[in-house]
């Protein structure tokens, strides 16, 4: 069969192509149009848009882009019209995908909505639109199952979260002292950087999350770099000499390290789920953060924290997030050892409530389901 998929940013990259690999396991047939990066790229296809050429977060950004948004929304319309695949999958993404998935839609395409948009948070009358233009909807978290059916009486599959695959199947044993063999780092235990994959979440939050170095003169510090980037975009943002960025390391870079500062997003329950002490930052621009308090919500802004409607770890957001706050946390989480181990079971149960992995394959099946049926 032929399969289109929609992936805006680098997390739905990783799932899009895990999924991508467990389809051709039930449907090695399979051909395969997506937007999406380069992990789905490796599973063969067409890529017809790379997320780093369209993806923006928040809405100064989104105004600011208007024109590039709709010329691609039109775009994608015309690209599915002219090609007309047996199956939509559109994974996560939902600003952009909500504004394709009517148009599949009338087209006569079987829609698959893997990770469902946040609507429990906010914007909640999309549930309209899902049920009436999404066939199946795949959802990550177990609340979420419960939420459609109880307050818009809807049926939809919960498949557990893509990240406990993705952990399990790249996590390689490795010491301290060869990973900084490896990466010609200071003989210093590690503290880890992750700004985010975004442009404007590292030009946002960077500069902030380096100010803390000077704190912490035995330990190093390594940022996780995406590689759509290079290092001399990140170093714009640094002054500090006691930093070094690696490319496409970040797992073995948080099994590593004693703890992490990291920007919300996909990448603060990757952490946890890693096991890794962290702290949770996130600054953007003021109007974006106002406008986005008043719409979501939600009591926290961290994934961990999110899941479990408690503070997991701390969070610092906005005005609150500074050296100071963040230096503040760090040296707790590193010196007092109850506080460590608060946060080890905190992991733990977190752990637990996601499930016991096997998303993609699970989804996979499903959509196979739903196809043959």
Known sequence: ???????????GDMHGSNLMKEIKKND?????????????KTEGGTLVRHYKDHDFMGIVEVLKHL?????????????????????????DFPGFNLKIVQHAKELGIKTFFYISPTVWAWKEGRVKLIKKYVDHLFCIF???????????????????HPLLDS??????????DTFIAENNLPNKNIIAILPGSRTSEIRENLKTMQEIIPEFPDYHFVVAGMSHFDEA??????????????????????????????VCGTASLETALIRCPEVIVFKTNPITFSIGKLLVKLNYLGLPNIIMDKEVVPEYLQEQMNSKNIAKSLHKMLSDESYKQLIADNYEELSQTLGKGGASKQTAALISQYLTA
């Not at 024109?67 to 994974?91: G, W, Y």
């Not at 952990?167 to 301290?176: A, D």
């Not at 714009?236 to 500062?261: E, G, M, W």
Request: with cysteine; hydrophobic share 40%.
């Open 233 to 262: 975009f990140y170093r714009q943002f640094i002054t500090n000499k006691n930093i070094s960025i690696l490319f496409n390391k970040t797992y073995p870079i948080l099994q590593v390290a004693k703890a992490a500062v990291v």
């Open 167 to 176: 952990i399990v199947n790249n996590l390689k044993p490795i010491t301290q």
């Open 1 to 11: 069969m032929k399969y289109y998929l929609i992936a805006g940013e680098a997390s």
């Open 142 to 160: 177990p609340f979420e199952k419960k939420f459609y059916k109880d307050r818009h009486n809807h049926d939809v599959d919960f498949v557990g």
């Open 28 to 40: 090695p047939k399979a051909e395969f149009r997506f937007w999406g990066g380069d992990l789905m």
């Open 67 to 91: 024109r590039t948004i709709f010329k691609n929304i039109k775009f994608c319309k015309q690209d599915l019209s002219e090609n007309k695949p047996d199956a939509i999958i559109f994974v």
